[in-house]
């Protein structure tokens, strides 16, 4: 199986390698050894140690099974957009090779049927359609994004896409769309064509002289041949309008109608004619026309008189009625102002009960904050005597009833923290409102100010004041926004929206009060634990190392003892080595007698015995001395570790006294003031430990 210099040699699999053993190289050998060497005791220590003592925090890959995509993620959450664009990267790798995958089969298909075209279209087909599927989805998801692009560009780019295939179709729909539409296009003109071509003869008849219209008689529409030529002769007369219409001006004009071809309509022209019209008035006319004069100034004068009586009567009337009216208008002012008086009252009062309650509710969250401020050195003394007991050694770095207290204690001032933020939060969105309602109450007591004010004015006009004008149609304009009804319930609802936020804060006030109580009690008490346990852990050490003291002394008595019997058994063993060699010397003379002489009498007997007894004895006497090394070497070793026991009880009394109750000797947090107005004072405030272990509590209030 050749190939080009562009032939993929990794395509080039048979059907042997197929069921070859896969045995890695050398370098995946290293890689996998130093895997064991380096990764294996990092994860066991993580996952047996790490993990068994850390916190739990929802982590997103253990929360779900997979992490969020960018479209669920918010704005500002930092966390779940890096999550979504590692998911992401991993994605597109992910993707990237299975088009590789799917395009390195598609070439062993092809290439292992190359010789014979029937079969890559039979068995390579199924493969062909699922790498230009994936191939055209990847472009569609991941192309023209480089490498270096995160999730926002490939969200936003799904995002472009999806409105345009909203406008214009799925993509490559276009293409295929506008071939459609101009082969519809095209057929639909020739179908023009032929038309207008069926009807070109009638056309030529009717707007052509008949001596010239028999030139078109031979032409047949039916006809091909002729169709084509009729066709051209259009094609020219449009393509060169001037000689066509000059040749239909050629035409007969007797037969030419200008008004039907160019649609021209002249209208008719009249001439305007004018008529004068003269009176004429005849002396009976005139005659009458002087009586009536006359008696028309008769009743002029009749209704003068009555006019003037009327006048004299109606201005009395009417005056009398202004002035009525003036002075119920003061009155009805003055009504309004007294409202008005009332409604201002009970504005200042209820601001002055929001500024205080205001003031009030930013005290307690001051407070609030400030115990919040002052958990941080509870929780860091916490947490440093932690890690200053992590220093113990050896058997004392166990997880006794300080330990447990302690983290007891970190974990109620975690929690302590979240309920004092919470406090706070909810006292800043109370604040924002109370000041709301207090900027309510503000805006409509200047209203108020301003229309009394204003009704004050209106009062203190009289008819001879200055600036009193005559202002047209100014009783007609209607710019009220309210009736005295609404104007009322408008201020009532701004009062109840007052009062209730009022008592919303004082409520929350005495949570905050009563949770700041709870919660320094319960951290005095977890302190106070925590010091309790201190002391009796440093009692039990304590104890523990005067007890080794004691044994270490007992045991250096015995080392002693030990080494002064060894020395004495030595001294023993060189005593019985002497009367040996002098027993043997004996022997030895003796076996110089001569003759018969040489007789084993009572005295070879007994030297003989004596030997024997003393050999016996310095066997024993070693035998007790390896005895009393042995011993010696354990009570050594005894000593040794006692001696090992003791630093570490004695590090651990450093530790236990010297660094944790040196920073546990005084209450970190402080007296705490009132906050509801705040909270009581916690009892057992000030928590000493003496030397001793014991604990003196007073309260620092």
Same mark, same amino acid.
């Given at each position: ?52 003592? $850390? ?36 994605? $597109? ?470 080494? $002064? ?137």
């Amino acid at each position: 199986m050749g190939g080009g210099e562009g032939h993929d040699h990794h395509a080039d699999v048979t059907r042997e390698d197929l069921y070859k053993e896969f045995s890695p190289s050398y370098i995946g050998r290293l890689n996998r050894l130093l895997g064991l060497f380096f990764d294996k005791p990092v994860t066991f220590f993580h996952d047996q140690v790490v993990e068994r003592f $850390r916190k739990p925090y929802p982590y997103y890959h253990k929360r779900f099974p997979r992490v969020p995509t960018i479209d669920q993620c918010q704005v500002n959450d930092l966390a779940c957009i890096q999550e979504a664009n590692k998911q992401y990267l991993r994605d $597109r790798l992910v993707d990237l090779n299975i088009v590789k995958i799917l395009r390195n089969r598609k070439s062993e298909c092809q290439e292992w049927y190359k010789y014979d075209q029937e079969d890559v279209d039979r068995f390579c087909a199924p493969l062909f359609t699922d790498y230009e599927e994936a191939a055209v989805n990847y472009y569609i998801k991941y192309g023209e994004l480089h490498w270096s692009t995160t999730v926002v560009d490939a969200f936003m780019k799904q995002k472009h896409r999806l409105l345009w295939e909203r406008r214009y179709g799925p993509v490559g729909s276009g293409m295929q769309k506008k071939k459609l539409t101009e082969a519809a296009e095209k057929e639909t003109k020739e179908k023009d064509m032929i038309t207008k071509l069926r009807e070109l003869p009638s056309f030529f008849t009717k707007h052509i002289s008949p001596s010239k219209s028999k030139l078109f008689a031979p032409f047949n529409v039916s006809s091909s041949m002729h169709l084509c030529m009729l066709t051209s002769l259009v094609h020219n007369a449009l393509c060169t309008p001037v000689s066509f219409f000059s040749f239909l001006s050629r035409a007969d004009p007797s037969t030419t109608d200008l008004s039907e071809i160019c649609g021209i309509r002249v209208p008719s022209v009249y001439s305007a004619a004018h008529n004068a019209l003269y009176t004429r008035y005849t002396p009976k006319d005139w005659y009458a026309g002087y009586q009536q004069l006359l008696q028309a100034n008769d009743r002029g004068q009749r209704d003068s008189e009555c006019l003037r009586h009327d006048t004299i009567r109606l201005v009395d009337d009417t005056d009398e009625r202004t002035k009525m009216n003036q002075n119920q208008s003061s009155r009805v002012l003055g009504d309004r102002i007294s409202d008005i008086v009332f409604w201002e009252n009970e504005l200042t009062d209820e601001i002055d009960k929001v500024v205080k309650e205001n003031n009030d509710l930013i005290r307690a969250k001051r407070i609030t904050e400030k115990l919040l401020a002052e958990t941080d050195n509870q929780l860091h003394i916490a947490q440093e005597c932690l890690y200053q007991r992590e220093k113990r050694q050896g058997t004392d770095l166990v997880h006794d009833n300080v330990e447990k207290a302690l983290l007891e204690e970190v974990q109620a001032v975690q929690d302590a923290q979240a309920r004092l933020r919470s406090f706070i939060d909810r006292a800043n969105v109370q604040i924002e409102l109370n000041r709301a309602a207090q900027h309510d109450l503000e805006a409509d007591l200047k209203n108020k100010f301003t229309a009394q004010q204003i009704d004050e004015t209106a009062v203190g006009m009289k008819n001879s004041s200055a600036g009193v004008h005559y202002y047209e149609g100014i009783e007609d304009i209607n710019q009220c926004l309210s009736v005295p009804e609404t104007w009322k319930a408008h201020v009532q609802d701004i009062l109840n929206r007052s009062r209730a936020e009022r008592a919303a804060s004082r409520k929350l006030r005495e949570d905050i009060g009563d949770g700041l109580s709870r919660i320094s009690q319960n951290l005095s008490d977890h302190w106070n634990d925590v010091n309790e346990a201190l002391a009796q852990r440093i009692r039990e050490v304590t104890d523990a190392r005067n007890k080794l003291q004691s044994s270490l002394g007992r045991t250096l008595q015995e080392i002693m003892d030990t080494e $002064r019997e060894i020395e004495s058994i030595k001294n023993a063993i060189r005593d019985k080595e002497a009367y040996l060699k002098t027993a043997t010397s004996r022997l030895n003379i003796r076996l110089q007698r001569p003759g018969m002489d040489h007789v084993c009498d009572a005295a070879q007997t007994q030297l003989k015995c004596e030997v024997a007894q003393l050999k016996d004895t310095i066997k024993l006497l070693k035998q007790q001395l390896c005895r009393a090394e042995d011993i010696l070497q354990e009570l050594l070793r005894l000593k040794s570790a006692k001696e090992a026991e003791l630093a570490i009880k004695n590090n651990s009394i450093f530790i236990d006294r010297e660094k944790c109750l040196s920073l546990r000797s005084n209450w970190p947090g402080g007296p705490t003031v009132d906050a509801s107005h705040a909270a009581p004072c916690p009892g057992f405030i000030d928590s000493q430990v003496g030397v001793g272990g014991d604990i003196a509590r007073t309260c620092v209030c």
